[in-house]
């Protein structure tokens, strides 16, 4: 079916992969003509489409293209990939600890004076 809402393009896609992973196809096209872009996903028995001409998809064309391509070169699953994205907003203590250690210690610089 032709999905109008994203959010359920995108929900449906990532159960439909984890449902037949190794039968799942994802395609994106741009027709010109139009200025259409056209996403589908398909494991031949249900195909999901999507159709936007609005850049503001753009982002979610990405967030959608790195979960394929994440899921479909490695063995993770797709609920890891989710958790992935949620670790990724947290912020890091560590990270941040580190930096501001870098910000406080001042670099010691050694000079040679050379005569001649």
């Given at each position: ?10 929900t ?5 992969f ?11 096209k741009?027709?010109h ?44 699953k ?6 992935m994205?949620?670790?990724?907003t ?22 040679k004076?050379?005569?001649?």
């Amino acid at each position: 079916p032709l999905l109008r809402s994203w959010n359920d393009f995108y929900t449906q896609s990532e159960a439909l992969f984890n449902s037949d992973p190794s039968n799942t196809r994802y395609m994106l096209k741009y027709r010109h003509t139009d200025g259409m872009v056209v996403l589908k996903v398909t494991n031949d028995v249900v195909t999901l489409r999507f159709h936007t001409n609005k850049s503001r998809d753009l982002k979610n064309i990405e967030k959608l293209n790195t979960f394929f391509f994440k899921v479909m070169t490695t063995s993770f699953k797709a609920e890891e990939h989710q958790q992935m994205d949620i670790d990724e907003t947290k912020p890091d203590p560590q990270k941040s600890n580190v930096s501001e250690k870098k910000k406080s210690e001042p670099k010691q610089v050694e000079t040679k004076v050379v005569e001649k």
